[in-house]
């Protein structure tokens, strides 16, 4: 799989903000055939577009008024069949979080929490017209670049990110969860970072220092399953990320994710998806 990196010196000094309308992009990564991921965020307002994505292996639609919003390291296809239109912004995560002295401020935003919620989100003329103008104001501070530019950035930044979530939550009619409970985050951190050896309530709770009802209370109450459920999806999530992105086989992402035995990970794994491991790889290669 192809990776991006950030060019973090593209404009002569550090900086890990930048924007720029689609079209520049449009011949480059957007008509890229091969799977491809980002090492950053990614924000795409899109004022027209046709087409879809193929995102972790699920088909999005593409259409504007629209935004796309991706974390990093989201394996996707784009299969556009028009030159889209509308601007990008993509950023480190450290150039906002450093900022505000909060390590789970993104984590907090439910299109770049991965708590199950689509990366698309539909868009009215006039909010799209104000994202653009959010964004516009980014770029022409980035070509502008004088001494007290990175304070603007990260306030039109904060801005976007902010505004974004706001309709986000009333377009999906979800609970606003910028505060949400710091247990939960650190929940999801210790998931993504013990997935492939923890796969037990008990192990997490043991983690966070609470007890397994109180853990199970909390997933219930921020995303309407339990625990375990939760546990699978990070452990599934991470199942298919080997099957897209590398070359081991089956049996080695079994014993890398501590499954006793690769016909308890295809079990596993077709308990959930309905098809085989290596069914879902080549459906996804085709």
């Not at 002295?101 to 708590?115: A, E, I, M, S, V």
């Not at 397994?212 to 309407?224: A, I, K, S, V």
Request: charged letters at 25%.
């Amino acid at each position: 799989m192809i990776r991006f990196d950030f060019y973090k010196n593209k404009y002569g000094k550090e900086l890990l903000i930048d924007c720029f309308n689609v079209a520049e992009i449009a011949n480059r990564s957007l008509s890229l055939q091969e799977l491809h991921a980002t090492s950053f965020y990614e924000m795409f307002f899109f004022k027209e577009v046709s087409g879809h994505i193929l995102l972790e292996g699920t088909r999005l639609e593409l259409g504007g008024p629209a935004a796309l919003l991706l974390p990093p390291a989201k394996p996707r296809q784009w299969q556009l069949r028009t030159l889209p239109e509308g601007m990008v912004v993509i950023f480190e995560g450290e150039f906002i979080e450093t900022f505000l002295k909060d390590n789970h401020f993104l984590n907090r935003l439910y299109y770049f929490g991965n708590y199950d919620a689509p990366a698309t989100l539909p868009l009215e003329k006039d909010e799209l017209d104000a994202l653009l103008g959010l964004s516009k104001h980014i770029k022409h501070e980035i070509d502008l670049l004088a001494s007290d530019s990175y304070h603007l950035l990260r306030a039109y930044l904060y801005q976007l990110l902010i505004r974004v979530n706001r309709n986000y939550t009333d377009h999906y009619q979800l609970k606003g969860n910028l505060y949400r409970n710091n247990e939960i985050l650190k929940f999801r951190n210790l998931l993504r970072q013990h997935i492939r050896m923890k796969q037990t309530v008990k192990e997490y709770a043991d983690l966070l220092d609470v007890n397994r009802n109180r853990l199970n209370h909390l997933c219930q109450e921020t995303f309407g399953k339990n625990a375990l459920s939760i546990i699978h999806d990070e452990l599934l999530k991470s199942c298919k990320s080997d099957l897209l992105t590398t070359g081991k086989t089956i049996s080695e992402i079994s014993y890398e994710h501590n499954f006793s035995a690769p016909s308890n990970f295809v079990r596993f794994f077709k308990s959930l998806t309905r098809i085989s491991p290596a069914s879902y790889r080549q459906e996804y290669a085709n």
